[in-house]
């Protein structure tokens, strides 16, 4: 079956993105940005692409949920044996993008990922709910499982052992990642497909952004 998409086209012409409404530190335009999403319609507004690379090379993208926004970067958590875990611990660089189609913005980061500390990690596991406290013991993400069945019954065996106590231990190999950017680009659509991109920049960690505008 052959899809045809060439005729779906939509003239973006919500809003604008110029030098005189961006600081020269791209973190609070984000934070204005998500919560523009956050208040603008826009489901799982932390919902963003995650690309990785395998040792062969071979980039590997999946969605993630983006969790806290620190001084250092952008936080998510994961299985770290998971596929996306030991690509991150081989190869510790990574790009992301954010999508808001509500708001016809895009945003996508580029940096080195390191580990998130023990103490951060454990304090994010702390506040979920039961239930996801109890997915993250139970699943061996991203491994081959025999069936359906195999995840029910290692959820009866966890929810029986922890029955009685209202959280449970963050596992040893679930935590967070920090994404440390060196590259920020904030995309806004506009009419005539001129859209706005302003790329923030710097050349190490720590040192001064520089912006600049792309051609769309």
Request: glycine share 6%; aromatic share 10%.
């Given at each position: 079956?052959?899809?045809?998409?060439?005729?779906?086209?939509?003239?973006?012409?919500?809003?604008?993105?110029?030098?005189?409404?961006?600081?020269?530190?791209?973190?609070?335009?984000?934070?204005?940005?998500?919560?523009?999403?956050?208040?603008?319609?826009?489901?799982?507004?932390?919902?963003?692409?995650?690309?990785?690379?395998?040792?062969?090379?071979?980039?590997?993208?999946?969605?993630?949920?983006?969790?806290?926004?620190i001084a250092d970067g952008f936080v998510f958590?994961?299985?770290?044996?998971?596929?996306?875990?030991?690509?991150?611990?081989?190869?510790?660089?990574?790009?992301?993008?954010?999508?808001?189609?509500?708001?016809?913005?895009?945003?996508?980061?580029?940096?080195?990922?390191?580990?998130?500390?023990?103490?951060?990690?454990?304090?994010?596991?702390?506040?979920?709910?039961?239930?996801?406290?109890?997915?993250?013991?139970?699943?061996?993400?991203?491994?081959?499982?025999?069936?359906?069945?195999?995840?029910?019954?290692?959820?009866?065996?966890?929810?029986?052992q922890y029955a009685d106590a209202e959280a449970?231990p963050r596992p040893e190999n679930w935590g967070?990642?920090?994404?440390?950017?060196?590259?920020?680009?904030?995309?806004?659509?506009?009419?005539?497909?001129?859209?706005?991109?302003?790329?923030?920049?710097?050349?190490?960690?720590?040192?001064?952004?520089?912006?600049?505008?792309?051609?769309?």
């Amino acid at each position: 079956m052959a899809i045809d998409a060439g005729d779906l086209r939509v003239d973006y012409q919500i809003d604008e993105l110029l030098e005189s409404n961006a600081p020269e530190n791209p973190f609070p335009l984000f934070d204005r940005w998500f919560t523009d999403a956050k208040n603008g319609g826009c489901l799982e507004p932390n919902a963003m692409v995650l690309a990785t690379v395998t040792e062969q090379g071979t980039p590997a993208a999946r969605v993630v949920l983006l969790k806290q926004v620190i001084a250092d970067g952008f936080v998510f958590f994961t299985n770290y044996e998971s596929r996306k875990g030991r690509e991150l611990e081989a190869m510790p660089q990574a790009a992301s993008v954010f999508n808001w189609l509500a708001l016809q913005r895009q945003v996508r980061i580029e940096g080195r990922v390191v580990r998130a500390t023990p103490e951060r990690s454990t304090a994010y596991f702390q506040t979920r709910p039961k239930k996801s406290q109890i997915g993250a013991w139970v699943s061996p993400q991203s491994q081959e499982i025999p069936d359906r069945t195999f995840l029910e019954n290692r959820q009866e065996e966890i929810e029986a052992q922890y029955a009685d106590a209202e959280a449970l231990p963050r596992p040893e190999n679930w935590g967070g990642y920090v994404i440390i950017p060196t590259l920020i680009e904030f995309w806004q659509g506009r009419s005539s497909r001129l859209h706005d991109r302003l790329v923030y920049q710097r050349e190490a960690e720590g040192a001064d952004w520089k912006r600049v505008r792309l051609a769309p």
